[in-house]
C-alpha cells in the first residue's frame, strides 16, 4: 500500500506562483511513476505532468513552459512548480503513483494511488 500527502495548495494571485509537494511513502522499489492531475468542477480529472524515478518527464501540452514537475528521490517526494497561473488552473490537484516505467503516461487509470487532492484557486 503507497500513501500519498500532498501540500502546498492554496490561494495565488493571477499570474503568480505556487509549488505542490506530494511525499509518497511505503513503497521500496525503484521504478515507479509519479504524476499530477487536476480536476476542475465539473470537469474530467487531466493530466499535469507525470515523472519516472530515473527522470524522465512528461506534460500536457497546453502547460509546456509554465508548469515544471522534479522529484527528490532519496524524500520520494514529487513537487509541482507552477508559474504564470491563470484563473483556468484553479482546480484541486491530484498526485498518482504507479509502479511502472520507464514510461509514464499521462493516463489516470495507470496510477493505483493517489493522494488526498490539494486545492488551487487562483483570483484574477
Known amino acids: 500500500q503507497v500513501q500519498l500527502v500532498e501540500s502546498g495548495g492554496g490561494p495565488v494571485q493571477f499570474g503568480g506562483p505556487l509549488r505542490l509537494s506530494c511525499a509518497a511513502h511505503g513503497y521500496t522499489g525503484r521504478d515507479y511513476c509519479m504524476a499530477w492531475f487536476r480536476q476542475a468542477p465539473e470537469k474530467e480529472r487531466e493530466g499535469v505532468a507525470t515523472?519516472?524515478?530515473?527522470?524522465?518527464?512528461l506534460y500536457a501540452d497546453s502547460l509546456k513552459g509554465r508548469f515544471t514537475i522534479s522529484q527528490d528521490n532519496a524524500k520520494r517526494t514529487v513537487y509541482l512548480q507552477m508559474n504564470s497561473l491563470k484563473p483556468d488552473d484553479a482546480a484541486m490537484y491530484y498526485c498518482?503513483?504507479?509502479?511502472?516505467?520507464?514510461?509514464?503516461?499521462?493516463?489516470?487509470?495507470?496510477?493505483?494511488?493517489w493522494g488526498q487532492g490539494a486545492q488551487v484557486t487562483v483570483s484574477s
Open positions: 515523472i519516472h524515478s530515473y527522470g524522465t518527464t
Open positions: 498518482g503513483f504507479w509502479a511502472g516505467g520507464p514510461n509514464c503516461p499521462l493516463n489516470r487509470l495507470l496510477y493505483s494511488f
